[in-house]
């Protein structure tokens, strides 16, 4: 997911050609209090305008408590975003109330209501206390977030180069989800020039068990990628996985092997994981042989 | 034999004379004197450029010529302009092989009618801006490089007068961009431009401002082409000559360009070991060479040679043995240019050799690929790099079109939109590098294949790079940035932009 502040029309124009998967304009903390309504108008009409292919369309709106938050959400739904994202979220009534908004805006401007969906950014300390309540509050929420910069801020510390203080906040967020059975994506990776290091904390992300990872430069999308991109060998290991799974269907039988050896249903579930994420990531066609 | 009867009238029955000694006075009398006396006595250097003008026997309404090779360092052609102004010259050709921002003082000397007409390969800055408004009179003629050599040796273009600058010369003439007998001041590395003018021109002044040791080699210039040379101050601004290596970009457009153009090479047809290739120096197609590294070594191919405009990424792959050869006629950094100097598997050649139209075995011809910049394609896949989205001249025509229609595959890399302006669209402001002989364009949001190559087009979508239609690209771009104003053109021709044979391609009209 990669972030576009929502003032920046020259990065606004074409934000969908770098490849990431989903793309998220930014209305609160890359915009200043004096072009909050500016940049609303340019997100409006950048995503009325241009077509954005294949990358799901996130807006950040700002807070409820402030002044833009109502607005941003009336007009960000009325523009057609398919995910709205609720920064600093810290309990479910959060949640509600911005449902709320949405629900009215859809409703006014003859959107089916239930179709614009919700990610919830948790980024403080009570946020991530009440991770699962906040990730299970709403059928719309299809994922949630940590911010990382204003939770170390929030936590009394700051940001490290090994993340050790955000293992706590990381596993709960990762936790809530699943068992709300929404994804979870990580926060930014702020220095750009050092992508040994966005390698290094993708990989141990992902071994956490998010399914992505915000970023902040186009540069760091491929790397990110490589990371959550499959290996050959993993996907050949996942399609004879998935083969032998669906011959033991045939067969009527509950019982998979292959190479002499017993199949968990987990593994199961791993593979088709796993070819999603080749699909995905097109390193392998659904045409194409392995 | 002995000199007798008989000898004489064999001799006047070949009907040759008999040799005296010291009768033929065209023979230099043998010097007994030591190397460095008769050096110092004896050599083509003349005290001042002045002088050097006035043996040259150049005469008002005659051409004089220039090189680029020290580009926005150059001060040999403002020097020069200026000093035949003071002589009191009027109504002079300047046939430049490019012209860049340093050359604006020229406007004045255009103004004073000392400069009648200019035929160039490219024009930028100041200049180029008051020739588009109409500065002159007769339209500045633009040509390739290499269609700037045919028409030297057909002497379309006869220069009078060839003033040359260079990093080193000899007393003798033997002229180079570096030097290996020293410390040059400024290196610009290849004079590939310039051997073209010093084989041609009736007359060779070489400027310089190092002069070195006899023999100064390996030479550039040779010189049996050199009549006079002047010593200077400075040739040029050795900092605006040469930077050091030409560092890659960083802009994930150009970055995005670049690793899809190499993902089309390697998928084209024409990636193979032993396939040969030029890319340029412009942001994207620099970062190609990047990119295109990284797929020969998990490939394991490797090139026979790569050509061109020689930057520091090209010499990388000539010293990791990715490539066997490299071919030079412009050293575009530091780095080139001491590979240049240092490496015998780098080799200096001229316009000529690079990319005269009428050579079959010009290296050109030799290309299989070809990464080209643009400022704008049209949807016929024109290519205009010679006009801005204003219409003014801010380019230079270059080897675009010698190697477009050279290589086997040209590929044309550029973004889709500049800022507000779409660079790809049905029509461009100047064809430079006519449509058919460009096979693919890439842009950062998509790939077209000209439809003169459908079996490319088919390879790369084989390996699942999606191809766009050409038309669909440009109204991607319009779509976002609307359709652009026509441009304020008036009705006075500035500009006449001629292919490889001379053949009119297009006209430039001045801008209002």
Do not use: C, M, W
């Given at each position: 997911m990669l972030f576009v502040p929502g003032n920046n029309p020259g990065m606004m124009?074409?934000?969908?050609?770098?490849?990431?998967d989903a793309l998220m304009f930014d209305l609160?903390?890359?915009?200043t209090l004096r072009e909050k309504d500016a940049a609303r108008l340019l997100v409006y009409h950048a995503l009325k305008t241009?077509?954005?292919?294949?990358c799901e369309r996130v807006v950040r709106v700002n807070p409820l408590?402030?002044?833009f938050g109502k607005l941003d959400i009336e007009a960000m739904v009325a523009a057609g975003a398919e995910v709205i994202r609720l920064p600093?979220?810290?309990?479910?009534q959060d949640i509600l109330d911005t449902e709320a908004e949405i629900e009215r805006a859809e409703q006014k401007y003859g959107i089916?209501?239930?179709q614009t969906r919700m990610m919830a950014a948790v980024e403080g300390a009570l946020g991530v206390v009440n991770a699962y309540k906040i990730a299970s509050a709403?059928?719309?929420?299809?994922a949630i977030a940590l911010g990382a910069e204003d939770y170390c801020a929030n936590l009394k510390t700051s940001r490290s180069l090994e993340g050790s203080e955000l293992q706590y906040a990381r596993g709960a967020i990762v936790v809530a989800a699943r068992a709300a059975g929404i994804d979870c994506i990580d926060t930014v990776f702020?220095?750009?020039?050092?992508e040994e290091q966005l390698v290094k904390e993708t990989r141990m992300i992902k071994q956490l068990g998010f399914d992505g990872k915000s970023v902040i430069?186009?540069?760091q999308i491929k790397p990110v990628h490589r990371v959550f991109t499959p290996t050959h060998e993993e996907i050949v290991k996942a399609q004879r996985i998935l083969a032998a799974s669906e011959e033991a269907a045939a067969r009527g039988s509950g019982v998979v092997a292959l190479d002499g050896k017993m199949i968990d249903r987990p593994v199961v579930i791993r593979a088709e994981r796993t070819l999603e994420l080749a699909y995905a990531s097109r390193a392998v066609f659904e045409e194409d042989e392995v | 034999m002995t000199r007798d009867q008989a000898f004489y009238s064999a001799l006047s029955a070949l009907n040759k004379p008999a040799y005296v000694p010291g009768?033929?006075?065209r023979l230099y009398d043998k010097d007994t004197s030591p190397l460095k006396n008769r050096m110092a006595r004896e050599n083509?250097?003349?005290?001042s450029l002045e002088k050097a003008v006035e043996l040259s026997g150049l005469q008002n309404g005659m051409t004089i010529s220039f090189h680029h090779?020290?580009?926005?360092?150059?001060?040999i052609v403002n020097m020069v302009v200026d000093t035949l102004a003071r002589m009191g010259f009027r109504d002079l050709r300047l046939a430049p092989s490019s012209l860049s921002?340093?050359?604006?003082?020229?406007i004045q000397h255009i103004k004073n009618g000392v400069i009648s007409h200019i035929e160039t390969s490219g024009c930028r800055g100041a200049l180029a801006k008051a020739v588009s408004q109409g500065l002159m009179d007769q339209p500045m003629i633009f040509r390739s490089h290499g269609g700037r050599a045919a028409a030297i040796e057909e002497d379309?273009?006869?220069?009078?007068v060839a003033f040359l600058g260079a990093s080193s010369c000899d007393p003798f003439g033997n002229?180079?961009?570096?030097?290996?007998?020293g410390e040059e001041k400024s290196m610009c590395g290849s004079l590939g431009y310039a051997r073209v003018d010093a084989q041609y021109a009736d007359n060779v002044i070489v400027l310089t401002d190092n002069i070195v040791g006899?023999?100064?080699?390996?030479?550039?210039?040779?010189?049996?082409?050199?009549?006079y040379i002047v010593c200077v101050?400075?040739?040029?601004d050795a900092s605006k000559i040469m930077t050091g290596a030409t560092r890659f970009s960083t802009n994930p457009h150009d970055l995005m360009i670049a690793e899809a153009t190499s993902n089309v090479i390697v998928h084209?047809?024409?990636?193979?070991?032993g396939f040969s290739l030029q890319t340029g120096s412009g942001g994207a197609s620099l970062s190609v060479t990047r990119f295109l590294r990284e797929a020969m070594i998990e490939k394991n191919i490797h090139a026979s040679f790569a050509l061109g405009g020689i930057t520091g990424a090209m010499v990388k792959l000539l010293e990791e043995g990715l490539v066997s050869r490299l071919l030079d006629?412009?050293?575009?950094d530091l780095d080139a240019a001491l590979s240049l100097k240092n490496n015998r598997f780098h080799q200096q050649i001229d316009a000529n050799y690079y990319a005269?139209?009428?050579?079959?075995?010009?290296?050109?011809?030799?290309?299989?690929v070809v990464v080209l910049s643009a400022l704008e394609v049209d949807t016929n896949f024109n290519v205009n790099v010679l006009t801005g989205s204003d219409g003014i001249i801010r380019g230079a025509v270059g080897g675009h079109p010698d190697t477009a229609a050279g290589a086997a595959l040209a590929i044309v890399v550029c973004p889709l939109m500049r800022g507000r302006m779409?660079?790809?669209?049905?029509?461009?402001?100047?064809?430079?590098?006519?449509?058919?002989?460009?096979?693919v364009l890439v842009t950062d949001q998509g790939i077209a294949v000209n439809p003169k190559r459908p079996e490319v087009a088919e390879r790369l979508e084989k390996a699942h790079l999606k191809v766009t239609p050409i038309e669909e690209l440009a109204r991607r771009a319009e779509r976002i940035t609307g359709k652009p104003d026509p441009l304020p053109f008036?009705?006075?021709?500035v500009g006449v932009c001629t292919y490889r044979d001379g053949s009119v391609l297009d006209l430039i009209r001045n801008i209002t």
């Open positions: 124009s074409d934000a969908h050609i770098y490849g990431s609160e903390d890359s915009v241009i077509h954005y292919g294949e408590s402030t002044p600093k979220t810290e309990t479910a089916p209501v239930g709403s059928p719309r929420l299809v702020s220095d750009v020039n050092n430069n186009p540069r | 009768e033929n006075k083509k250097i003349v005290e090779h020290f580009r926005d360092g150059d001060h921002d340093v050359h604006a003082p020229l379309e273009i006869h220069i009078d002229a180079n961009g570096y030097s290996r007998e006899y023999p100064n080699v390996p030479f550039g210039i040779s010189q049996r082409l050199v009549d101050d400075d040739v040029g084209s047809g024409y990636f193979y070991d006629v412009q050293s575009f005269n139209p009428y050579r079959r075995g010009a290296a050109v011809n030799q290309l299989d779409p660079s790809v669209r049905d029509h461009v402001n100047t064809i430079v590098t006519p449509g058919d002989t460009v096979d008036g009705d006075k021709i």
